[in-house]
């Protein structure tokens, strides 16, 4: 009996392993077999938020390896739009574009499909964003609507309207999202519930468009805010005067003047140079093995961030334990 019951967990075992085998390996053969471009002659790419930041580098850079390149930017006459205009060739086309508008979404497709060479559109880069930083208590529903409008909704609004062209080019969706997509902290969290559900719309896309060939990459930066225009400045002034009177004995002014000047270090101390990210965003467009996920920080940082969601919940949150800055917040709340 006990024979039998051990061959059986034996042969129950080796079925199971075979067919996980069997599915790695297809998995992979078909995350081989994904196309990919040499050089852009005859295929186009759409990139939102060209205005500045990455997607002003990476549509120059696309530019230069000859893609048809569709260029939204929010403001089409302003300072940023114009000089691209001026540094790229007669292929890279400014497109007026809020991804919160869903009739600028349908122009600029209408103008894309218009305008499309003859390998057609391979590649819809979901660059568009914003960020803000606050304590969750110091946020209104607004900012969170806004916040979640711009980086999620906008991504989404965006791939409705461009899925169908991708998928005819058996072509890329790329989505550019954060650390804190997964990496919770003090004072980002709209920035993190935007990025969090981004991350989620880009992962059932991915498991979707693999039956019609589209490969789904998500881009996450680390501390890249010196290299864009991205990061909202604002004084501890700005905060304190949206705070009602009751926050503001929960959260003096004193503290307030401590985040904030935290918060700024900490932006001042990220890198300059985006290039990292550019180059990542290339390879997800332009590679035969496009990544899933592009996880772009220090060595260090990197090793940490892999590691963190992988942790117990109670190990994660006693990681702020050990910075200064948490450890002043509870002194000096309600403090005089």
Not at 78 to 83: D, I, K, M
Not at 174 to 186: D, E, G, P, Q, R
Not at 274 to 294: C, E, F
Request: aromatic share 12%; hydrophobic share 45%.
């Amino acid at each position: 009996m006990y024979a039998t019951f051990l061959i059986g967990q034996i042969t129950g075992i080796a079925t199971i392993s075979a067919m996980l085998l069997f599915g790695l390996a297809k998995l992979f053969s078909r995350h081989r077999s994904s196309g990919h471009v040499q050089d852009g002659d005859g295929y186009a790419v759409l990139i939102t938020g060209c205005d500045s930041g990455f997607g002003h580098q990476l549509a120059r850079c696309l530019d230069h390896k000859g893609f048809v390149v569709f260029a939204g930017c929010l403001s089409p006459e302003g300072a940023g739009a114009q000089l691209l205009a001026r540094q790229s060739s007669s292929n890279l086309k400014i497109l007026k574009l809020d991804v919160t508008s869903d009739e600028e979404v349908q122009q600029a497709k209408k103008m894309v499909q218009e305008n499309l060479p003859e390998k057609g559109l391979w590649a819809v880069v979901n660059n568009a964003g914003i960020t803000d930083w606050a304590e969750i208590e110091w946020s209104s529903i607004g900012d969170f609507h806004n916040m979640v409008d711009i980086n999620l909704f906008g991504s989404i609004r965006t791939s409705f309207a461009f899925l169908p062209l991708i998928r005819a080019a058996k072509g890329r969706m790329v989505y550019m999202s954060s650390i804190f997509a997964f990496f919770h902290c003090l004072n980002m969290g709209a920035y993190s519930v935007s990025k969090r559900g981004l991350e989620a719309f880009a992962d059932c896309l991915r498991v979707e468009m693999a039956s019609f060939g589209v490969k789904v990459s998500i881009i996450q930066p680390g501390n890249f805010g010196q290299a864009t225009s991205i990061v909202k400045m604002k004084t501890s002034l700005d905060i304190w005067e949206k705070l009602d009177d009751e926050r503001k004995q929960i959260f003096n002014r004193q503290y307030i003047d401590l985040a904030n000047e935290y918060f700024t270090t900490t932006c001042r101390s990220g890198s300059k140079n985006g290039d990292v990210v550019i180059d990542a965003m290339l390879h997800s467009i332009t590679s035969a093995q496009p990544k899933y996920r592009y996880l772009l920080a220090s060595a260090t940082d990197t090793f940490f961030f892999r590691l963190f969601p992988f942790l117990p919940t109670v190990v994660t949150d006693a990681v702020f334990s050990f910075s200064s800055m948490y450890a002043k917040r509870r002194e000096m709340l309600y403090a005089e």
